[in-house]
């Protein structure tokens, strides 16, 4: 079992999050999905990494475009991006997790927003998307949005940190941590070398 740590809100999230499925089909590994706040983490670490800084997002969205091509997505960039509503569709995540529906959820959130332009968090992307993981959206946004719904994000943005996370997607095998989607498969190969056991 891999622990997949994403914050609906990044970026590169989008190329874990959409085919996370066919890796499960294609070796086997299972993913615990675990939804954080990962917006906090960066800006306790005064990590801003592209909203003043224009070279740099133009590449992170080519970069995005081209992973995505290999993974045959079809994304429409540049996505809205940050969005306003990012706590709240974590905060939909971690029910969805909790109660079972996390990886349909955050598909239909991801596909809406980097292939229909409707960010994630804000209507219509949060009730199309709930909807579309077969549950009733005001009862997942009542508990969303109460005290307890807000402490819980905060509560699994804490142990990211506790476990050194500091960016989405994060992969952890038993404590190792793997940063990032392009560090999928090494988190599968570490997977693999634990389970068969140290060399001869």
């Known amino acids: 079992m891999i622990e997949f740590w994403f914050c609906i809100g990044s970026t590169y999230s989008y190329l874990s999050v959409m085919r996370l499925a066919h890796v499960e089909v294609a070796t086997g590994v299972r993913f615990h999905w675990r939804p954080f706040n990962v917006r906090t983490i960066m800006i306790e670490m005064d990590n801003i990494p ?26 429409k960039l540049p996505a809205p991006y940050p969005l306003a509503e990012l ?8 029910i969805a997790a909790a109660e ?25 992307n949060l009730s199309v998307s709930i909807g579309a993981a077969g ?49 999928l498969d090494d988190a599968i190969r570490w997977l693999r070398q634990m389970e068969s056991g140290p060399p001869d």
Do not use: H
């Open 50 to 75: 592209f909203r003043t800084k224009p070279v740099k997002a133009a590449y992170m969205w080519r970069d995005v475009e081209r992973r995505a091509v290999l993974y045959g997505l079809l994304p």
């Open 87 to 94: 706590e709240r569709a974590n905060r939909v995540a971690i």
């Open 100 to 124: 079972g529906w996390c990886p349909a959820y955050a598909r239909e959130s991801y596909r809406r927003w980097f292939e229909a332009g409707e960010p994630a968090g804000s209507e219509p």
């Open 135 to 183: 549950q009733d959206t005001e009862r997942v946004l009542r508990l969303a949005d109460s005290d307890k719904g807000k402490a819980d994000l905060d509560q699994a943005t804490e142990q990211a940190k506790a476990l050194g996370i500091f960016g989405s997607p994060s992969f952890v095998v038993d404590g190792e941590l793997f940063w990032g989607d392009d560090r």
